[in-house]
């Protein structure tokens, strides 16, 4: 009896981090499959709404200040990576309250860039160097990041990453959880629900916060 328990929890340890990483593969494989991120290069989206300025809030509990954002578009190239994110911002807090060049008068363009290992912005037809990150990361990481925080990058990194899996019952309903570490971009966490579609991205970095 002894021995065969010993053979049986042997097994069990030898086998189960090929079972998982072979189930972490199916569930990105079908993931991919259902987004068509396998033979993507390049996508571009559009929207209006608005944004926040990190970690400029007026109070420790307040929340950050907020503006308009009358035009957004994003172009990625997954492949290079490459990232252009063009925004209109105007001012919406009236009176303004805490950080982010505030109060904003007319109406503010910001193009952001990044292209493999360099980012800049874009003024008029100047690039220059991009300011200082409020998050404490690099231009070039904050910017890529954008791109494997969209549901077609981060499958897209999953498939070239050691990724892990995990299932989890949110909200009464079934999820899996696809953590990836990339020695290049860092740790990732993807929730997929049971149509394969990848439902919330988390990324995961150190902070002096």
Known sequence: MK???LVALTFALLASPAGRAQDAKAAIDAAAATLGAT???????????YDYVFGQSYTGSGAWPRFNLPSFTMTIDFAAP???????RTQ?????LGGGFQPMFGEQRLIAVVNGAYAWDVVGDNAIVPGFRNDRQSNVTGRLDQIWMTPHGFVKLA???TATLR?????GAKKTIVSITSPSYGTFEGTL????????????FG???
């Open 3 to 5: 021995k065969t328990l």
């Open 159 to 161: 498939m070239s990453s």
């Open 92 to 96: 919406l807090e009236n009176p303004p």
């Open 82 to 88: 490459a990232m252009r994110d063009d925004r209109r």
């Open 193 to 204: 629900n049971e149509q394969h579609l990848v439902e919330r991205i988390d990324r995961w």
């Open 167 to 171: 299932t989890e019952t949110i909200r």
């Open 207 to 209: 902070h002096s916060v």
């Open 39 to 49: 033979n993507l290069r390049t996508v571009q989206f559009s929207g209006w709404g």
